[in-house]
């Protein structure tokens, strides 16, 4: 068992890690800028920034670098309103780089190499444009392959049943695979039906490989390119299972190996395949256990083998596999929901590398005292101060890599590590480089019932707010099933508001996911219960704790988290002096009628969603609620609101209705404009509205 801590090393070879540990012994502190993006230069903060300094697009995201290192490649802003494909060659990083822009109604969002020529470019834009014969008010994404100038590489592929203008909207469809052993070609799969295509990026030819199909989906390729694995969505005497099929290495047929059934909330999942085709590596929660766990199985006898990875305090979340020439497809690593997303090196060496980039780049670690939640053990947690870094792209020769360095009061930073040299890309925020973003912890405080409840807190800087009580706002995460991480926030709901001077709880309340089952299970049917109690003791553990003001406390929830804004107005607590509730469902009954769209959520989530709906108790509202939703957006349509905010007002109470144009409901489709109005029109309510004399 290759566990957290544990001084059993797997025996990989190492002829590929070697060259990569080579380069990074040179790096010592020879840290520097290149210069890449031509960005704003920042000033020393004399005052809170701006909200556009938040709104803006990332000035670089999606950065990757060529299999032969080649080049380097990312979606960039400079201006803070447009994105664009830049390409530069990464030995002559001074030289102009290749710019690409997209057309006017569309937006570049992603970008990676497929080849070490070629680029897979997503763009994004606002449409009604009907695909499956219903037209939406929405954002659809087009694929495209482009040249190392940024043209566009024909290929011959028409995926049957569309029209000309429907296959051109779509482009190439979604990357399955990018077949890093073969030089020419990827997998992609038709959007619509599910065909799996091999397109020859030279020659433009494209190849069906295999059907889509109405009872299987959930198809995944081996590093080889081959569909090894699918799933199939059935009843079992009325009992909703996902049903797992794995091709058999020796007769090539798929057979079903395992069921996953709906009741047990306790999904099985391939992570990732092996060297050996008998061998792959599943996630599973082990009997009694209360986290996610790594195995390996055995496909001829159907058999769980040794676990091959668990954290103690974290769900196991995936495999980290090579993709040099040299060690093709072993296994360097795995990933775990941590704190934030963490990886687990195996190799000692190339752990060691890691812990030298982070040396160069200034990352100190801090210690969290921690309960586990389900066993009430005592451990120490160890994690980055403020800010840590993740590998996020490495040439095949491992020489040369781009590394990230991010956290919640440090925005996204951008490195290339090539020569014995950390050479600074790019940031992403710019202009909050001097910002007083104050400093984002991991706690843990008590429930009324006794069960422990992460939060990440952000406390405003101390030099220049005090030492508190704070004016704090209350921020729970939407989903519920979903969770918050140690990270930067691009919303800017932390630390947009600690640069104002107050405090942000970001509660994980129990129903969320990625803090174990125990976490997890103890949110069902308490929607406006104890999901919202949590809430309510992590506002009297800050008042306890001298942190926040007790007579100055908010709420700020999205989409779930303004359903929870919206009970804690007619909840008769007196905790809260006013509440914000973004995209919030006024109702269950309308969370569990669009879990009703898909069923796998009806059989899975919807049983779970009970409680007490804000919309039939607004006459027992006390403070003020302001309520925002977008336009377009089809999760939680703004009628929601708008039938909340009208109950509000026939009740007399007060409240404020903004409905944002051409904004749909998840953050990637969000506009600058979008973002900002969101910022500063909650800051002002907060300032105006919010309690006798403002938050």
Request: charged share 20%; aromatic share 10%.
């Amino acid at each position: 068992m290759h566990g957290w801590g544990e001084g059993a090393s797997p025996q990989f070879r190492k002829s590929g890690l070697l060259m990569f540990i080579n380069s990074l012994s040179k790096i010592g502190l020879l840290v520097s800028a290149v210069g890449l993006c031509v960005l704003p230069t920042a000033v020393q903060a004399q005052t809170p920034p701006p909200a556009t300094a938040w709104s803006r697009e990332a000035a670089i995201a999606s950065v990757d670098i060529s299999s032969d290192g080649g080049h380097i490649a990312a979606v960039t802003s400079p201006d803070g309103a447009r994105r664009v494909l830049t390409i530069w060659d990464s030995a002559n990083l001074q030289t102009a780089p290749y710019v690409v822009g997209s057309d006017p109604r569309s937006e570049i969002v992603g970008a990676q190499f497929i080849k070490a020529d070629r680029l897979f470019v997503t763009t994004q834009q606002l449409t009604d444009f009907s695909m499956g014969g219903q037209a939406e008010r929405s954002f659809r994404s087009r694929t495209q392959i482009l040249d190392l100038r940024g043209e566009p590489v024909r290929v011959n592929l028409r995926f049957e049943g569309l029209t000309e203008e429907q296959q051109a909207f779509v482009g190439v469809g979604g990357l399955v695979s990018d077949l890093p052993q073969d030089p020419q070609s990827i997998l992609v799969r038709d959007p619509l039906r599910g065909d799996i295509y091999k397109v020859n990026l030279y020659t433009g030819r494209a190849e069906r490989q295999q059907r889509g199909s109405d009872r299987f989906g959930g198809q995944q390729a081996d590093l080889n390119g081959e569909i090894r694995a699918q799933t199939n969505f059935e009843f079992d005497n009325g009992a909703a299972y996902i049903g797992q099929w794995i091709k058999d290495p020796t007769t090539g047929e798929f057979t079903e190996h395992w069921r996953s059934y709906a009741r047990d909330r306790a999904p099985t999942s391939i992570v990732g395949f092996s060297n050996d085709p008998n061998i792959i590596f599943v996630s599973k929660i082990p009997d009694g256990g209360d986290h996610d766990v790594i195995y390996e199985y055995d496909i001829k006898n159907k058999t769980f083998g040794e676990v091959a990875f668990a954290h103690p305090s974290f769900d196991a979340a995936g495999v980290v596999r090579s993709s040099s020439p040299a060690d093709f497809g072993e296994i360097v690593g795995f990933t775990y929901q941590g704190e934030r997303n963490r990886t687990f090196w195996t190799d000692p060496t190339l752990q060691a590398a890691n812990d030298q980039v982070r040396r160069a780049l200034g990352i100190r670690d801090t210690t969290v005292n921690w309960t586990d939640i389900a066993s009430g053990e005592q451990r120490r947690l160890t994690m980055g101060e403020g800010a840590d870094v993740s590998l996020v792209a490495v040439s095949d020769d491992r020489t040369k890599f781009i590394v990230a360095k991010s956290g919640p009061s440090t925005p996204p930073e951008y490195y290339i590590v090539q020569n014995g040299r950390v050479a600074l890309l790019g940031r992403a925020y710019p202009e909050l480089r001097e910002a007083k973003l104050g400093q984002t912890s991991l706690i843990q405080y008590a429930a009324r019932d006794g069960l422990m409840i992460p939060a990440f807190l952000t406390k405003p800087d101390e030099a220049t707010f005090g030492a508190g009580p704070y004016p704090t706002i209350v921020v729970p995460h939407g989903g519920p099933w979903s969770r918050d991480s140690l990270g930067w926030d691009p919303t800017g709901w932390t630390q947009y508001f600690a640069t104002r001077g107050y405090a942000v709880l970001q509660p994980q309340f129990r129903g969320s996911e990625g803090w174990g089952q125990r976490l997890w299970r103890a949110g069902d049917r308490e929607w406006g219960g104890k999901m919202q109690d949590d809430l309510d003791d992590g506002v009297r553990y800050l008042v306890d704790q001298r942190i926040a003001a007790a007579d100055r406390v908010a709420i700020h929830g999205y989409s779930y988290g303004g359903y929870a804004a919206m009970m804690a107005a007619v909840r008769p607590n007196g905790l809260y002096q006013c509440a914000v509730a973004g995209a919030g469902p006024a109702t269950i009954d309308l969370f569990k009628k669009g879990t009703f769209n898909s069923r796998f959520l009806r059989e899975f989530q919807h049983p779970t969603a009970e409680g007490q709906d804000p919309l039939r108790r607004v006459t027992e509202v006390s403070i003020p609620v302001y309520l925002y939703s977008g336009d377009r957006d089809t999760n939680v349509i703004p009628a929601e609101s708008r039938s909340f905010a009208t109950a509000l007002e026939r009740a007399g109470k007060q409240v404020q209705l903004r409905i944002l144009p051409d904004m749909e409901h998840t953050l990637n489709t969000w506009t600058p404009a979008n973002t900002e109005a969101i910022l500063t029109t909650t800051e002002t309510f907060l300032k105006e509205r919010c309690g006798p004399d403002g938050l």
